[in-house]
């Protein structure tokens, strides 16, 4: 289940489930948005985007949902492996000011076990 | 591809110091490049936006006299941390992004900045 942490939610499963990690965006005028998984140390790995013309994406074991009626976004992991352990990131590109810059989203950790 | 290079991976400096992060995309030429921060536990802050050739966009509460960043290539953006104090330990991730029309950036393994 999910529990909040000092600052990072985090959604704890078993090997094999499948994971849902929700992501709640700010702006409207977002117009796309991407998955990232950063392991601890590292820079973040991109994972998944979708674009708001999509509602969703398929990728190997990943699915992105995006609902823009309610501003959510969503990442699910087929068959969760203890390599998916990591905290995982959802970004915006508010395209605010003609820049391409990202927002990132607080970030959920992902707790596999064995 | 795609590879996002940062040095050093990680520094330590005493306070008042100041340190010079740099990022470098390693087979693709990036016009635009981005600074974060990162502290424990926390998501990544954009601090600035850096343009080759002009000067970088930083973000609202970034103080730019304090963190003055130079992309003086299309392959090379730094970051220098001013007279470095405790509080702006952190860890400084850059990415770069390889042309105008595109949403996509690459992400470099971020360097970690311990100020005693």
């Known amino acids: 289940g999910e529990s909040v942490g000092l600052h990072l939610p985090t959604l704890s499963v078993q090997e094999g489930d499948n994971s849902i990690i929700n992501c709640a965006y700010s702006n409207s005028a977002s117009d796309y948005f991407i998955w990232y998984k950063q392991e601890s140390g590292k820079g973040p790995q991109f994972i998944i985007d979708i674009r708001s013309n999509m509602d969703k994406r398929q990728g190997q074991r990943v699915t992105v949902l995006l609902n823009k009626t309610v501003k959510h976004l969503s990442l699910q992991i087929a068959a969760t492996q203890p390599g998916?352990?990591?905290?995982?990131?959802?970004?915006?590109?508010?395209?605010?000011?003609g820049y391409n810059k990202l927002i990132f989203g607080a970030g959920t950790r992902l707790a596999v076990h064995p | 591809g795609a590879v996002v290079s940062q040095h050093p991976s990680w520094v330590i400096c005493k306070s008042g110091t100041s340190?010079?992060?740099?990022?470098?995309?390693?087979?693709?030429?990036?016009?635009?490049?981005?600074w974060y921060r990162q502290f424990p536990k926390q998501s990544l802050m954009l601090m600035a936006t850096s343009n080759e050739g002009s000067k970088a966009t930083y973000e609202q509460g970034v103080e730019k006299d304090k963190f003055l960043i130079n992309h003086a290539s299309l392959t090379l953006s730094t970051l220098t941390v001013t007279s470095a104090h405790p509080e702006d330990s952190s860890f400084y991730i850059c990415s770069a992004r390889p042309g105008q029309n595109t949403d996509t950036q690459y992400f470099g393994p971020g360097t970690r900045l311990t100020v005693l």
Request: include cysteine; aromatic fraction near 14%; glycine fraction near 4%.
């Open chain 2, 19 to 34: 340190v010079k992060i740099e990022c470098r995309s390693l087979d693709f030429q990036a016009t635009t490049m981005f």
């Open chain 1, 84 to 97: 998916d352990s990591a905290v995982y990131f959802c970004a915006e590109n508010p395209r605010s000011g």
